[in-house]
């Protein structure tokens, strides 16, 4: 007897198409951009929120020295009233500011006058600096008389000499201050962060002057307007060297 076997036909699965496994090494790269464009998002918002800060604590700090300056005016204005109606005069204070300049060279000068004006860092003609004055400075100004005038400036001369002459001395280079990052950079660590906070300690000559002043370069004026007038006689004999205290403030706008 013959017995036919009936075999099924095994059926056949489609195997699943696997993915390439992604390297190692690109997977740990995506990650680290991911890190990094996280983190620099955040230190630009934080970047950003601490300029926002800090224009806000200039800004009040430009609007206190406004209402300083002011102030210090009324007080004057009404010292002067009150002097004039008892019939008194009203004498301001000793200046503590003054702003030098050099009018001639120095061939043929003692060595004493030619290092006097180093001190001074009047080195060429028409250089300008800000000098606190003190006795010991007012003795050195005498010494060099003949060759520089000074006065004392006003807030108005102060603020224009800084904006529009003013450059910092950084690495004894000249650099121009173009911002306030230039000044804090330098003079952040004595509380001073912008050119309001400069001209500030300059004019009122407080305890941070020195820093102040020796963080600009001598200012580079032009030959006044007109010419000057005759630089071998005093200002009081019409000619131009010495002190014209309070005139100083024309000379300088016409030399700005």
Avoid at 2 to 31: G, H, M, N, Q, Y
Wanted: net charge positive; aromatic share 10%.
């Amino acid at each position: 007897m013959i017995v036919f076997v009936l075999c099924r036909k095994k059926e056949t699965v489609p195997l699943t198409k696997k993915l390439p496994a992604v390297p190692e090494s690109v997977l740990k790269r995506k990650k680290y951009r991911d890190i990094v464009k996280a983190t620099g998002l955040q230190f630009s918002i934080k970047q950003r929120n601490d300029r926002k800060i800090k224009k806000q604590k200039i800004f009040k700090r430009a609007e206190n020295y406004v209402k300083e300056y002011r102030q210090k005016e009324r007080d004057e204005i009404r010292l002067k009233r009150q002097a004039k109606n008892r019939g008194n005069y009203y004498i301001p204070g000793e200046a503590r500011l003054a702003f030098v300049i050099r009018i001639r060279g120095v061939n043929q000068v003692a060595p004493k006058v030619r290092k006097v004006l180093q001190l001074f860092r009047l080195r060429q003609i028409n250089n300008g600096v800000f000098v606190k004055l003190n006795k010991a400075t007012i003795n050195m100004l005498r010494i060099v008389e003949p060759y520089i005038t000074w006065g004392y400036p006003n807030l108005k001369s102060v603020r224009e000499l800084i904006y529009k002459r003013g450059f910092a001395k950084i690495n004894r280079q000249r650099i121009p201050i173009t911002n306030n990052s230039i000044i804090e950079k330098t003079l952040g660590r004595y509380d001073i962060i912008c050119i309001e906070d400069l001209i500030h300690e300059i004019f009122t000559v407080n305890l941070k002057f020195k820093r102040a002043s020796n963080f600009l370069w001598p200012f580079k004026l032009n030959t006044p307007n007109g010419g000057w007038r005759k630089k071998t006689n005093h200002y009081v004999e019409g000619g131009d060297f010495g002190n014209r205290e309070d005139k100083i403030n024309e000379l300088l706008r016409r030399m700005i």
